[in-house]
């Protein structure tokens, strides 16, 4: 609510009727009344939903649209400075053949000055061969070549920076699906290629664009709490400054697109620094933006990462609404491909998780299920170990002891050739074997709370398998009991 007021009160009276004519339709309609409301008060979004009388899910349905027709109908009819320079740029071979060519060069050099600020690096090497060509005679030609051809590299660079920053959300979903070194080397690599551009060249796109790949990576990669949480003032002065970055340049297409992912890393920062107070307040800040947010596939990682790091809010808090709130509109909007196997499979595995939480086993044995059937896991070892031994939990719980039997099989002959990496799957077996063994009750329950303890102390590193797991005394107790429900 806040940017939609800042962005509505600078407008002047009659931009603001035209964008009302245009955008909300009829008087005295939802849309009317918070236009109205962000022009003349200052409402935070509890205060708007009781103006309207509304709940927070239509609420911010109905905020989400508003604000796509606003910024459609104001990058069509209000002036764009990136617009306005790029229009200027087209002249600029026509400067070459003016009257006058001290006017032409000083035309240049006050276009050169407002692309550099806008980092416009392609409309930037336009400018400087026509300087060069414009100097031959007066002795500026080596300086504007040299600046020609170093902006040229530099574009390059920046068209390489883009190409890695979508690679890197290919090779980290694949490193969290396998845990494998050669695929932990291949995402290194690309951080490697992205640091190397950023120290040979400096603008505020780079920065962008490696800070952003550069959390991701230590949110992934680092195992202890300690040196993420040891890095928190330098973290968030960097977001800090990319968010000036994104306000600087609002008319940037790029930007605008991605100014989402602060709060989502802010989030999953906190998250996994375990620093829940400051992660509960990004949360309310993003968490009913993510179903318009997955409706487009390229950010399908970054909703991932928020999703995955929602389960550890629930883990921690145990807010079992926060985590299943917006399942159902993810369930429409998130168009998930099992040809992008990241966000494919822990979507279903998110989905399976929200149904073991509110006690439906035999829906999260289902997801799991089908999407065992719908990809081939084969290539995800350590994903698929998982999601067995997932399913074969529910089908514990259920009472399915043939099924879930069948399951452990097929795991204990997997992990049979890497039992080192895959010591805390066979202590998971092994409770599960507990479980459905005939024992005294309590006896079977003891051993139960005593297997667990010392899966969850020997469930460490990055081949830690169902970290999103958490089994309380009565969890424990329906496993042990042979009669469910």
């Not at 709940?55 to 459609?72: V, W």
């Not at 629930?314 to 990241?342: K, V």
């Not at 997801?367 to 031994?389: A, G, P, Q, W, Y």
Request: aromatic share 12%; net charge neutral; glycine share 4%.
């Amino acid at each position: 609510m806040e940017t939609l007021n800042k962005t509505i009160k600078k407008l002047t009276e009659h931009d603001y009727q035209q964008l009302l004519s245009a955008v909300v339709g009829r008087k005295n309609n939802k849309p009317y009344s918070v236009l109205e409301a962000a022009r003349h008060h200052d409402y935070d979004e509890n205060k708007m939903m009781e103006v309207l009388s509304v709940n927070p899910s239509t609420y911010y349905t109905l905020k989400s649209r508003l604000n796509e027709k606003i910024a459609a109908y104001l990058a069509k009819n209000m002036d764009n400075p990136i617009n306005a320079l790029k229009e200027k740029v087209a002249m600029v071979p026509a400067m070459l053949f003016g009257n006058d060519r001290e006017v032409s060069i000083r035309a240049l050099k006050n276009l050169e000055k407002q692309l550099i600020e806008y980092d416009l690096s392609n409309e930037l090497i336009t400018v400087y061969k026509a300087l060069a060509r414009l100097s031959m005679h007066n002795g500026d030609y080596d300086f504007y070549e040299r600046e020609y051809n170093r902006h040229v590299a530099y574009s390059l660079a920046v068209v390489k920076a883009e190409d890695l920053f979508f690679e890197f959300t290919k090779r980290a979903g694949l490193y969290q699906l396998t845990r494998e070194q050669s695929d932990l080397d291949a995402l290194q690599t690309t951080l490697r290629e992205l640091t190397n551009i950023s120290e040979l060249y400096h603008g505020h796109r780079l920065f962008v664009i490696y800070n952003i790949v550069h959390i991701y990576y230590l949110c992934i990669n680092t195992q202890r709490k300690e040196n993420l949480q040891a890095l928190e003032i330098e973290i968030d002065n960097i977001l800090q400054q990319i968010r000036k970055h994104f306000e600087t340049y609002e008319m940037d297409t790029f930007y605008q697109s991605i100014r989402f992912i602060v709060d989502f890393l802010y989030f999953e920062y906190y998250t996994r620094t375990g620093n829940m107070v400051r992660a509960e307040h990004h949360y309310q800040l993003i968490n009913r933006q993510v179903p318009d947010i997955s409706f487009k596939p390229v950010f399908s990682f970054y909703v991932m990462q928020y999703l995955n790091a929602s389960v550890e809010r629930f883990l921690a808090g145990g807010d079992i609404s926060g985590l299943t709130g917006i399942s159902n509109e993810l369930e429409t909007n998130f168009d998930t491909e099992n040809n992008d196997p990241y966000p494919f499979i822990h979507f279903q595995r998110y989905l399976a998780i929200s149904k073991f939480y509110t006690g439906d086993y035999s829906g999260a044995a289902k997801c799991i299920n089908s999407l065992r059937n719908d990809i081939s896991m084969k290539k995800f070892f350590h994903t698929d170990v998982e999601c067995k031994l997932f399913q074969a939990l529910n089908y514990c719980m259920i009472g399915e002891d043939g099924l879930c039997n069948q399951l452990l099989q097929s795991v204990k002959r997997q992990v049979s050739e890497d039992e080192a990496n895959y010591e805390s799957a066979n202590m998971f077996i092994r409770m599960i074997k507990t479980a459905l063994k005939p024992d005294e009750f309590r006896r079977k329950v003891s051993k139960l709370n005593d297997t667990w303890h010392a899966f969850s102390n020997g469930n460490t590193g990055t081949r830690r398998i169902m970290s999103f797991l958490k089994l309380d005394e009565s969890a424990l107790r329906r496993m042990a009991n042979p009669i469910k429900d």
